[in-house]
T-cell receptor, first 113, second 115 residues
Framework: SQKIEQNSEALNIQEGKTATLTCNYTNYSPAYLQWYRQDPGRGPVFLLLIRENEKEKRKERLKVTFDTTLKQSLFHITASQPADSATYLCALANSGGYQKVTFGTGTKLQVIP | DTEVTQTPKHLVMGMTNKKSLKCEQHMGHRAMYWYKQKAKKPPELMFVYSYEKLSINESVPSRFSPECPNSSLLNLHLHALQPEDSALYLC??????????????FGPGTRLTVL
């Protein structure tokens, strides 16, 4: 069965450092991989999308890589700030139109001042 | 308006009650979704509506009954729920254009407690 795992439940880093979160998947050939941010008691907010034929995407302090051979995505937040503290979810979808999106287990990031 | 609204924010119900969750969007999206999220777990897809027709039902028990009365509204009718159904219920919407990815916009969720 399909499985999407994120490297750790929780990650603590010092303010100003780069946070790196990992997403690994098995038994899946996604066309799209996305990263979402979720704050407590709120719905997820879309951050970045990367397609299966793309290696890297950037948006401001965020960078996503996608390795379909390793079946892995890395999500980087550079110059991290306490406001970046949240749970980050990777999500996979294998079609366009309306999507059937499957979410990973999530990593709770805490940026320490 | 890029907002998805959900009502109520919180709901407490007994196992014999009937209640409904509501979701609304005015972004012109023609796909709408219901997700269930238990504490410290990722959202799990329940239903997808596309152009007001049910397109995906992820083998959800019949005590959950979705309804899409028009392109802006999505309801989830609840009846005879179990305590294990207590969770955050999230609504989302997206465009349905062609073969490209369409970002999903999520509402804040309804926190449901079944006693």
């Amino acid at each position: 069965s399909q499985k999407i795992e994120q490297n750790s439940e929780a990650l603590n880093i010092q303010e100003g450092k780069t946070a790196t979160l990992t997403c690994n998947y098995t038994n899946y050939s996604p066309a799209y991989l996305q990263w979402y941010r979720q704050d407590p008691g709120r719905g997820p907010v879309f951050l970045l999308l990367i397609r299966e034929n793309e290696k890297e995407k950037r948006k401001e302090r965020l960078k996503v890589t996608f390795d379909t051979t390793l079946k892995q995505s890395l999500f980087h937040i550079t110059a991290s700030q306490p406001a970046d503290s949240a749970t980050y979810l990777c999500a996979l979808a294998n079609s366009g139109g309306y999507q059937k999106v499957t979410f990973g287990t999530g990593t709770k990031l805490q940026v320490i001042p | 308006d890029t907002e998805v609204t959900q009502t109520p924010k919180h709901l407490v119900m007994g196992m014999t009650n009937k209640k409904s969750l509501k979701c609304e969007q005015h972004m012109g999206h023609r796909a709408m979704y219901w997700y269930k999220q238990k504490a410290k777990k990722p959202p799990e897809l329940m239903f997808v509506y596309s152009y007001e027709k049910l397109s995906i039902n992820e083998s959800v028990p019949s005590r959950f009954s979705p309804e899409c009365p028009n392109s802006s509204l999505l309801n989830l009718h609840l009846h005879a729920l179990q305590p294990e159904d207590s969770a955050l219920y999230l609504c989302a919407s997206s465009q349905t254009s062609g073969s490209s990815y369409n970002e999903q916009f999520f509402g804040p969720g309804t926190r449901l407690t079944v006693l």
